[in-house]
Every structure is written in C-alpha cells, then in structure tokens.
C-alpha cells in the first residue's frame, strides 16, 4: 500500500514525464492521492493532490516540473482522510526538505504530539510527514543529514520505506524498514521504488536494500549504510533479465481480463515447476509429521487456503486448519508448537497480516512455509522454504490468475501426499481455456441481467464453498455490489427470507454434490429467485435451474478450479458495465503492507 518512487539525474531536466510514468506504474499500490516534486538548486516544487494520476498530473501540470531530483508518491489512505494536506511528499517546517514514505508509521500520532510541542510545523495528519519531522528533529539538534536520518530510524516505529532530499544537495536518501524498495542504477541517473516493475522500464541494474539500511543515491552511484552504526555496507548490482511484456496490457482492454486469460499458461508453468521441485518434498515431508497443519492467508488467498484444506482432506486424509490470518495469533498462537506447520500463502508475500501470524508461528517454534507469487517478498525471505506461485506479475487489484495457482499447488500437493499420479493434472491448462470459451458469451449475456441488483448471494457446497466465497468476493471488490458467498445449506437456515421475484443466487454444483444443490435450487426457485448454477452439464440441473453455465467435464476436484473463471468473468464485465475500473477498485490496494 501506498507507492513511492524517487530518482537523481546528471543534469536539470523535465523530470514531470518520468515521475507521471513511475506514478502510473504504482498506481495499483493506492490511488487515493498523488504527489511530486522536484528539487532543483535551493528551490522545491511540491505539487498533490486527491485523485488518480492521469488527473492530478494533468490539474497540477506536473509535466512542466523540471529538477535533477525528483519524488513522487500514491497513496492509499490509513492515517490522515484522502485529502490534497494528507497528500504525499510532505515539506518539513521550512519547506527545505521534502519525502514521502509507503507503509504505516505506527507511533504516528505520539511522534506528532511531540513535534508540535518541540515548535516544528505539522501540517497533517499523516505518517508520511511524520518521517519528514523525524530527520528534521535531528537535523535542528545539529545532526548531519545521514546521522539525522539514522536517528530518525530508531524514532519511527512500523513497517515502511522512505525517501527524503533536501534543498541545496545532489542526493536522495532513503531508508527501509519492513516494507518493499529496490534501487536502479542507469546510465546518467539513479532511482528507487517500491516495487521492481516499475524501474524495469529505466533500468536492469538493480540493488536490493535491506530493512536497517540507508540507501544514498548520487546521480552516478548508490551507497548503503547501516542504520546502527552508518558503516559502509558493499553490494554489488544485480542485472535483472525478466521481460516487460508482463507489466502491459497486450491489447486487453483491462489487466483483469489479460490475467484471466493467462490462467492456462501459467497453470502450465506451475505444474512443471511443482513436479521439479525440492521444497515441495521438503514441505510434503513436514505436512506428513505434523501435529497440525495451518493453512494461513487473507481474502483470495485465504479463500485458496480453503481449498486446500477439503483437497488435504478428501485426497490425503490430512486434516489441515484454514485459519484468516489475523485471526491466527489470538486463536491459536497460544496453542501452537514445533510440531505443528504452517502453510503462509499470499500473492504479494508483503500482506502484513500474513507475516504477523507468521511472526508468531516462528515465535513458537512452528515449521513456517510460503506459497507467495512475489519473488523476493518478505514472506519468501522469512518463511524456512517456499514454492513460487510462477504468475508473472499480477497488476490487477482483484486477484485471478494467483488464486487459480494457489489452489492448483493445494490440489498437486494433496494429490501427491495422496500417492496419486500428479498426471492427471496435466489436462487442467487445457480445461481451464475450454472453460473460458464455453462460458463467456452466457456470462456477457448475463451482465445486465444481474446489473440490474446490488445484492445477491452464491453458494457453494465442500469443495466448491471457496469457490462461491471467492466468486462472492470478486464481485463485491469490483462491482460494489453486495455479494454473500456462503454455505449453500446455511441458506434456508436465515437468508432465504431474502428472496423474493427474480433475486439472483448464484451455484456453484460440483460434480459430487448435484442432488443436494437441486434441492437449494427448489428451496429458492418456488420462493421466485432466480438460480443460475455453474455446473457440468446435467438434465438433471437444466430440469430445475432457471439457468445452467455449463464448464467443461473433468472431476470433483478439478471443478472448483474451472467454475471460478465464469464467476471471475462475470465480476469484470459486470463492472466495465456499470462504468468502473476493475483494475483498480475504489477505496483497495494490491498490497495490504498495514494491521
Ligand atoms: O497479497 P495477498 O495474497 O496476501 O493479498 C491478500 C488479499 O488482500 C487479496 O487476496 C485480496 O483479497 C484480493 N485483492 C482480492 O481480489
């Protein structure tokens, strides 16, 4: 959450075009506000304000910014409302200093307390000037910059990068402490951000800070130093080789829709990296032990953690405990112990909630593994061994393409702790786009059918309940219509009394399950609803639905994994219909690095 990005040239130039390009490559961090600014001799020029890039950039003219340095930032608001003050960069008191930070200060509103009682001007309410006023402070007291920002370090508490230049210098400084930033090194410049796609345009030369490190960057060169004593540490470059090809749309209209449509490929990928890895027989060994088995994640991932638990369970007979991961420490950290394991899943290995719980884990002595997308990710750092979700980058807000991934590595590791053939799961890339092409022109025909409500539930029955959850979730996120995703026999246990003339309930039947999903069908359908089920063909289904998706026919663990992308397609072209984004959902941000 929140992105920030920062560069230092050779010379004065129009750095307002590359900081917008930056800005527009982050914008999937937070959208709440933009901000640059560009220093130049002992002038800065700070432009913010509430909105997304192309129309801040476009209302505060920053194309016309010119400096050798430059900063710019997007946020996703935690403290401070959405708010042209609350924007990023933030001056300090003289308006000599400018920086701006992602992540979360959590002693933000302590630290401001005592920067207002020590005569300094805070001008908001937010983190980001709080890190500002935090080197101010030492600077006033005589510090050096660099020992300034060291101090200031120490001062700040949470999870977060920063970056800070001052009027009158050649440099930028930076520091990290629990959240993303790399720095690149091209030929006449220098720059840092907060993820590695958006420098991979502007340079391959890369150096990974670490948390604890300060980062200074001339024009021509990168220094880290120590946080605790400001020795010089060494760090060689490395040259990134990854195509770009991923970071753009290729001719989708969406990133949403090109991530959906790359779900066989990457299935594909997936499969053959799974059958060649060592850290699967690592992980398949612990799982064998264990007292038990945890599966932890949040939101989609979480929902993938479900699956995983009904294939351990129905394949292996492994029981596995999915547990939200903020909801692990109080549940059952007291209770966990180095026979236990823990499975941590996550799209961006940076979700602070995940790597909360996988905090305690470790403090407990528990085998603690990753399945995370993000390589280079703190969870792919701190977790003991991890296996790679092998996704590309997934830019879209709401997650398809790593979900689809996560549950096929649950369904390969169940099969193999099954003893089963892993074969077998060959066909699932093929499936998958089958599933795509039998069931887009029923789900576009459906768009404005279902567009017509804002409230509507789907449901799902054992394996397929993470899919009804997920399906559920996805529209909620994009459409901002309410969806509940639920336990289809929960439904007549309260909810049905929602239902009345043509109130849509969405099923999802898996192959096991047809009679008992028939008899929620008729529960729903002689009370007026309307009941769409996503399903292998089935006269029996076409007999009492109102409507049948029909996906391709497979097995009862395969299901799950085809029936999520009629529901995925249906969210998006439910949300391009109603006139938003489906990239980039309103009030979200892709990675959740806050409590
Ligand atoms: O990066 P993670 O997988 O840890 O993210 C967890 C959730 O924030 C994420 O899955 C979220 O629910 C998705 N945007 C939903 O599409």
Redesign the pocket.
């Known amino acids: 959450m929140c992105g920030i990005f920062g560069i230092v040239t050779s010379d004065e130039k129009e750095l307002g075009p590359v900081l917008i390009e930056a800005a527009q490559r982050l914008t999937y961090r937070g959208y709440d506000s933009v901000g640059a600014a560009t220093l130049s001799g002992s002038r800065i020029d700070l432009r913010k304000d509430v909105g997304r890039v192309e129309e801040v950039a476009a209302r505060c003219n920053f194309s016309e910014m010119r400096g050798a340095r430059g900063i710019t930032q997007l946020r996703w608001a935690t403290f401070g409302e959405p708010s042209r003050v609350n924007s990023q960069p933030h001056l300090d008191s003289d308006g000599d200093m400018v920086g701006a930070h992602n992540g979360n200060v959590v002693n933000n509103f302590e630290l401001r307390q005592q920067f207002i009682a020590e005569g300094m001007i805070v001008r908001s309410e937010n983190d980001g000037e709080t890190c500002v006023h935090a080197v101010e402070r030492y600077i006033n007291k005589g510090y050096e910059f660099l020992d300034a920002i060291r101090l200031a370090y120490g001062d700040l508490e949470g999870d977060y990068a920063f970056v800070i230049g001052q009027a009158n210098d050649d440099k930028l400084y930076a520091m990290k402490k629990g959240s993303g930033l790399v720095a690149g090194i091209g030929e006449d410049f220098t720059c840092l951000s907060s993820d590695l796609p958006s420098i991979l345009p502007l340079t391959r030369q890369i150096i990974r800070p670490q948390d604890g490190e300060i980062i200074t960057l001339w024009a021509d060169r990168v220094e880290l130093r120590s946080v605790r004593d400001g020795s010089l540490i060494e760090r060689e470059p490395e040259t990134v080789t990854e195509s770009m090809d991923a970071v753009q749309k290729g001719g989708y209209p969406h990133f949403m829709l090109k991530e959906i449509h790359e779900q066989s490929r990457v299935a594909r990928e997936l499969l053959h990296l799974l059958d060649g890895s060592h850290e699967v027989e690592t992980i398949l060994e612990k799982i064998r032990t264990a007292r038990h088995l945890y599966l932890i ?5 979480y929902h993938a953690c479900l699956s995983g638990s009904v294939y351990l369970a129905q394949l292996a007979g492994r029981p596995a405990i999915p547990i939200l991961a903020p909801q692990f420490t109080p549940q059952y950290g007291p209770a966990v112990g180095h026979e236990d394991v823990g499975l941590f ?7 602070k909630d ?1 790597l909360n719980a996988l905090e305690t884990a470790e403090s407990r002595g528990m085998a603690a593994y990753g399945i995370a997308n993000v390589i280079g990710s703190t969870l792919t750092k701190a977790a003991s061994c991890w296996l790679p979700l092998c996704c590309g980058y997934e830019i879209s ?3 398809t393409k ?1 979900f689809t991934n996560q549950v096929l590595t649950f369904l390969y590791l169940a099969t193999r702790l099954a003893g089963l053939d892993t074969r077998s799961l060959q066909a699932i890339p093929d499936l998958l786009d089958e599933t795509l092409e039998m069931t887009a022109p029923q789900i576009q025909a459906l768009t404005p059918v279902l567009n017509d409500w804002d409230d509507m539930y789907c449901l799902g029955y054992g394996a397929t309940l993470s899919i009804a959850l997920e399906g559920a ?2 529209l909620k ?1 994009i459409t901002y219509a309410h969806c509940e995703g639920m336990l289809s026999t929960e439904f007549k246990h309260g909810p049905l009394s929602a239902v009345r003339q043509d109130y849509p309930v969405i099923f999802v039947a898996g192959p096991a399950d047809i009679p008992l999903i028939i008899s929620g069908i008729n529960e729903v359908r002689v009370r007026g609803a309307r009941a769409i089920v996503i399903a292998e063909p089935d006269p029996r289904l076409e007999a009492n639905a109102s409507q049948v998706i029909p996906v391709p026919k497979s097995d009862p663990h395969i299901f799950p994994l085809l029936a999520v992308l009629p529901l995925q397609l249906l969210s998006y072209h439910m949300s391009v219909a109603r006139g938003y984004d489906p990239d980039f959902p309103r009030n ?1 941000s ?3 690095t806050v409590d």
Do not use: H, I, M, R
């Not at 994640?297 to 991932?301: D, F, H, K, L, V």
């Open positions: 994640g949040c939101g989609t991932s899943v996550s799209q961006s290995g940076e979700t995940v807000v709401p997650a790593t979730l996805k996120e979200l892709k990675t959740l």
